[in-house]
T-cell receptor, first 114, second 109 residues
Framework: ETGVTQTPRHLVMGMTNKKSLKCEQHLGHNAMYWYKQSAKKPLELMFVYSLEERVENNSVPSRFSPECPNSSHLFLHLHTLQPEDSALYLC?????????????FGEGSRLTVL | GQNIDQPTEMTATEGAIVQINCTYQ??????LFWYQQHAGEAPTFLSY??LDGLEEKGRFSSFLSRSKGYSYLLLKELQMKDSASYLC??????????WGAGTKLIIKP
């Protein structure tokens, strides 16, 4: 088992579709993150969960809805997305959220919105 | 505002040495990370510096100067597999990571 697993790896959706991205970590970490990665731009932190509670929400549009049912799983529910939402969505985990600990990333879900 | 600057792209030759620079401006400072990201893969941790100086880890070394707001990643004996993007990220006073846009390193034979 790899440390952080994301599915699907690739997703194409229309602007009216509803889909979900899934992330699972097998490292026993207490914090999980969603990042957006666009070409030639810095990583954008979207959401942070610590012990299954959301601790960060960086002004992300409501068309992105996170869910953390337990400390090992994280979802990002997508609905009525825009073409500019096309990007690589990276999930990460760390021991805790409040200290400069190493992040362990998944390989990402490449999202294309038509 | 908070900002990280690093070159967009660099090219180097197999077997040579390359230095990737990163300058940062943050509200407070709690260290600096370097990550490596191969195309289509997850970013992976390379180094973390919080004190001034050079830390060596095999072919890779990372340097920090807190007074200058400056770090660099030094890669020696370059191999083709070192072709990747290198991400610099500083930790601010709230333990938030401030990311650079990454440096794409191209290694030529």
């Amino acid at each position: 088992e790899t440390g952080v697993t994301q599915t699907p790896r690739h997703l194409v959706m229309g602007m009216t579709n509803k889909k979900s991205l899934k992330c699972e970590q097998h490292l026993g970490h207490n914090a999980m993150y969603w990042y957006k990665q666009s070409a030639k731009k810095p990583l954008e932190l979207m959401f942070v969960y610590s012990l299954e509670e959301r601790v960060e929400n960086n002004s992300v549009p409501s068309r992105f809805s996170p869910e953390c049912p337990n400390s090992s799983h994280l979802f990002l529910h997508l609905h009525t997305l825009q073409p500019e939402d096309s990007a690589l969505y990276l999930c990460a985990s760390s021991q805790t959220s409040g200290s400069p600990g190493e992040l362990f990333f998944g390989e990402g879900s490449r999202l294309t919105v038509l | 505002g908070q900002n990280i600057d690093q070159p967009t792209e660099m090219t180097a030759t197999e077997g040579a040495i390359v230095q990737i620079n990163c300058t940062y401006q943050t509200s407070g400072f709690n260290g600096l990370f370097w990550y490596q990201q191969h195309a289509g893969e997850a970013p992976t941790f390379l180094s973390y510096n919080v004190l001034d100086g050079l830390e060596e880890k095999g072919r890779f070394s990372s340097f920090l100067s807190r007074s200058k707001g400056y770090s660099y990643l030094l890669l020696k004996e370059l191999q083709m597999k070192d072709s990747a993007s290198y991400l610099c990220a500083a930790v601010d006073s709230n333990y938030q990571l401030i990311w650079g846009a990454g440096t794409k390193l191209i290694i030529k034979p």
